[in-house]
């Protein structure tokens, strides 16, 4: 690869001066013409990002996607652990990513290192894991799951299997509640959905007395408690769409409000507040590095480029694979 004039920076991404004349969307959409590449984007992502795109969706869906493009190259615009996951099921494809310092606090929160010796520590139980991990996570993992299917993968195994969840103590909490189950929790938790307040949310409410108050299951259960629908981002969008109410306060990533706006223009969405005086909505900074500017360079060059080990990869397929069964036994029901 000539890298004359481009600069690799610490992030991983091209940090080259494009032309002002360039209309980025039309070149984007030229260069997966012709590399035959697929951009994958997720919600949370600016909406520039989305509208760009050929697919946007939750965590399963792209997933799911990623199984079934035949696509030579996929750009996955979102966090790191999503573009593992694209490689993961699709090892023969270049799976490539804007930038990638675009981490996720909930995997951090997890090292494979500790986590694997709690799962030592408890020998004979079922290890499910939310897909916001790292693929050395989910080598160690029997199932994965999203916050759509959760619910019904933990449900698809007996009451008594003793079962660790892990990373999101707030998703695990929830689905301990509704199930009834009481699998052992790993203390992790995404920093964007744990710092939402009650008190603002009610400020909110109260001043919108006729918002539906919507919630992503990794909030603090007493964020959950007001909520009057709790669900993953593509059943929160379905919600707000489909119900008769014309105002939402919307308590996850603020990036959803753009798909949200798209497919309701008619009704208000009002991002809920942080716990925090430093801004109005609640925003994950990993996902918003993911820029315009660095997708064209990131399709120009096919830089940078996800890569996971074989062996790792190798074992993280299984609980991916598992889930993805799992789900389409579900739907087929």
Same mark, same amino acid.
């Given at each position: 690869?000539?890298?004359?004039?481009?600069? #690799?920076?610490? !992030?991983?991404?091209?940090?080259?001066?494009?032309?002002?004349?360039?209309?980025?969307?039309?070149?984007?959409?030229?260069?997966?013409?012709?590399?035959?590449?697929?951009?994958?984007?997720?919600?949370?992502?600016?909406? $520039?990002?989305? &509208?760009?795109?050929?697919?946007?969706?939750?965590?399963?869906?792209? !997933?799911?996607?990623?199984?079934?493009?035949? !696509?030579?190259?996929?750009? =996955?615009?979102?966090?790191?652990?999503?573009?593992?996951?694209?490689?993961?099921?699709?090892?023969?494809?270049?799976?490539?990513?804007?930038?990638?310092?675009?981490?996720?606090?909930?995997?951090?929160?997890?090292?494979?290192?500790?986590?694997?010796?709690?799962?030592?520590?408890?020998?004979?139980?079922?290890?499910?894991?939310?897909?916001?991990?790292?693929?050395?996570?989910?080598?160690?993992?029997?199932?994965?799951?999203?916050?759509? %299917?959760?619910?019904?993968?933990?449900?698809?195994?007996?009451?008594?299997?003793?079962?660790?969840?892990?990373?999101?103590?707030?998703?695990?909490?929830?689905?301990?509640?509704?199930?009834?189950?009481?699998?052992?929790? #790993?203390?992790? !938790?995404?920093?964007?959905?744990?710092?939402?307040?009650?008190?603002?949310?009610?400020?909110?409410?109260? &001043?919108?007395?006729?918002?539906?108050?919507? $919630?992503?299951? *990794?909030?603090?259960?007493?964020?959950?408690?007001?909520?009057?629908?709790?669900?993953?981002?593509?059943?929160?969008?379905?919600?707000?769409?489909?119900?008769?109410?014309?105002?939402?306060?919307?308590?996850?990533?603020?990036?959803?409000?753009? &798909?949200?706006?798209?497919?309701?223009?008619?009704?208000?969405?009002?991002? $809920?507040?942080?716990?925090?005086?430093?801004?109005?909505? %609640?925003?994950? *900074?990993?996902?918003?590095?993911?820029? =315009?500017?660095?997708?064209?360079?990131?399709?120009?060059?096919?830089?940078?480029?996800?890569?996971?080990?074989?062996?790792?990869?190798?074992? $993280?397929?299984?609980?991916?694979?598992?889930?993805?069964?799992?789900?389409?036994?579900?739907?087929?029901?």
């Amino acid at each position: 690869m000539n890298t004359t004039n481009k600069k #690799w920076t610490e !992030a991983g991404f091209v940090d080259e001066p494009i032309a002002k004349n360039i209309d980025l969307k039309t070149e984007i959409r030229r260069m997966c013409q012709e590399k035959k590449a697929i951009i994958m984007a997720h919600y949370y992502t600016q909406g $520039a990002i989305q &509208e760009v795109a050929d697919f946007v969706g939750d965590s399963l869906a792209l !997933a799911q996607k990623a199984a079934t493009t035949d !696509a030579d190259i996929i750009v =996955m615009c979102g966090v790191h652990f999503m573009g593992e996951t694209n490689k993961i099921l699709c090892p023969d494809k270049k799976v490539l990513t804007p930038d990638l310092n675009a981490s996720c606090s909930l995997a951090e929160s997890c090292p494979t290192d500790a986590f694997k010796a709690f799962v030592e520590a408890h020998p004979n139980h079922t290890v499910v894991s939310y897909v916001n991990t790292t693929a050395a996570t989910k080598a160690l993992t029997d199932v994965v799951v999203t916050s759509s %299917n959760a619910q019904q993968i933990v449900e698809s195994f007996p009451k008594d299997t003793p079962i660790i969840f892990g990373p999101d103590r707030n998703l695990g909490g929830y689905i301990n509640r509704i199930t009834g189950r009481k699998m052992l929790l #790993w203390d992790g !938790a995404c920093h964007v959905h744990d710092r939402f307040s009650v008190d603002k949310i009610m400020t909110l409410k109260a &001043e919108h007395p006729h918002a539906k108050v919507l $919630a992503h299951p *990794e909030c603090k259960a007493e964020v959950l408690d007001i909520a009057d629908k709790v669900g993953s981002t593509s059943a929160l969008l379905k919600y707000c769409i489909t119900n008769e109410a014309q105002e939402f306060i919307v308590v996850t990533e603020s990036g959803i409000l753009h &798909e949200m706006q798209k497919g309701a223009p008619h009704k208000t969405f009002i991002p $809920a507040p942080p716990d925090s005086d430093a801004c109005a909505c %609640n925003e994950c *900074e990993h996902m918003k590095l993911i820029t =315009m500017e660095k997708l064209y360079n990131c399709l120009k060059y096919e830089y940078p480029e996800i890569e996971v080990d074989e062996a790792i990869a190798a074992q $993280a397929v299984k609980p991916i694979e598992r889930m993805l069964a799992i789900s389409k036994q579900v739907l087929n029901k």
